[in-house]
DNA sequence: TAACGGGGTTGTAGCCAGGC
DNA sequence: GCCTGGCTACAACCCCGTTA
């Protein structure tokens, strides 16, 4: 069996896909990979290492050399498995950098700013209001928003439904009265027009095809100039408003079923004391050195 | 020809599950 | 309850094709 056939049937397919790049960078910076020892290995993580690469990354590069050697041995071309038992000491840091959140009176400020304009194609600042709704509001991923179908609206009963996704919980949420209009608004004025391909999917691009992901980056990134101190993207707003509400509730439950969590754990990760919030932001002005 | 979207690539971060 | 390993989603970037 082929490597890049022994990863497809392992892994899933973006895994096998991203884990056959690692494996590449791997060998090709290693003289003879395939009978590398154990400090061969460690000499490659430390180059990386060195390279600025965060804790994650390094991690996610030794699980695709143990597949490689995974590989190697099953198929017989090698006896032993050089790093089976493997571990890295590089910490993952899981913290959410609360002081880089933004407040809802922030974010509200979207929505009130004019729209991108272009010119020569269909309109599409309903849809880019209504995808900053939903993240303002809704603190959507941009897969959930991707993954919206029309049907999963009640504009009558004012919810909206989220679907599974991989490491999410489907949920039912409730929409912000500002949403109900403007979404009406582009049911009714602008998505006729882009939906000439008769799809389900709610959010569809001005080139008539449902929405794949990067244009909700894309719809974010000209408020970035609102914020020079922060970073703004989908991301950083959905941990905001998972943020603002723990702050706001102290409920952790309720919090994680909003957010589709499926642990609390990681609901429990966007706390911060007063302690914590306050040393945040002495770090983020006076960092020690 | 400019402007844009789509898709591929690459590196990073979020999330979950399981072990200790 | 914390830590770690593993998987995958996301963001940034780039290039190419399409459209006006």
Not at 169 to 197: C, D, F, G, W
Not at 203 to 213: A, D, F, N, Q, V
Request: aromatic share 6%.
């Amino acid at each position: 069996m082929e490597l890049k056939q022994y990863l497809t049937k392992r892994f899933t397919k973006r895994t096998a896909h991203c884990y056959g790049l690692m494996i590449e960078s791997y060998t090709n910076q290693t003289r003879n990979a395939a009978q590398a020892k154990y400090k061969d290995i460690l000499h490659y993580l430390e180059k990386r290492r060195t390279e600025g690469r965060q804790a994650g990354t390094l991690h996610t590069y030794l699980a695709a050399i143990k597949a490689y050697y995974d590989w190697l041995k099953k198929s017989g071309r090698r006896k032993d498995h050089p790093c089976k038992h493997l571990r890295l000491k590089d910490k993952i840091d899981h913290r959410i950098s609360v002081q880089d959140l933004f407040t809802s009176t922030e974010l509200e400020l979207l929505l009130e700013q004019p729209s991108r304009e272009i010119n020569k194609l269909p309109s599409i600042r309903l849809r880019d209001k209504v995808i900053i709704s939903l993240l303002i509001y809704q603190g959507l991923t941009t897969k959930n928003i991707v993954n919206l179908e029309v049907k999963d609206l009640n504009l009558e009963q004012a919810t909206i439904y989220i679907k599974k996704a991989t490491t999410l919980n489907a949920r039912t949420l409730e929409l912000h009265p500002k949403q109900i209009m403007l979404i009406n608004r582009y049911l009714v004025e602008e998505r006729p027009i882009l939906n000439s391909k008769q799809t389900d999917k709610l959010i569809l691009t001005r080139r008539y095809k449902p929405e794949s992901g990067s244009g909700v980056g894309k719809v974010v990134k000209p408020y970035k100039k609102l914020f020079p101190d922060k970073d703004l993207t989908a991301l950083a707003i959905r941990q905001s408003v998972i943020a603002n509400l723990l702050k706001a509730e102290k409920d952790i439950r309720s919090v994680q079923v909003f957010a589709g969590h499926k642990s609390p754990m990681t609901t429990e990760r966007y706390q911060q004391t007063g302690i914590e919030e306050l040393t945040a932001a002495v770090m983020k002005f006076h960092p020690l050195k």
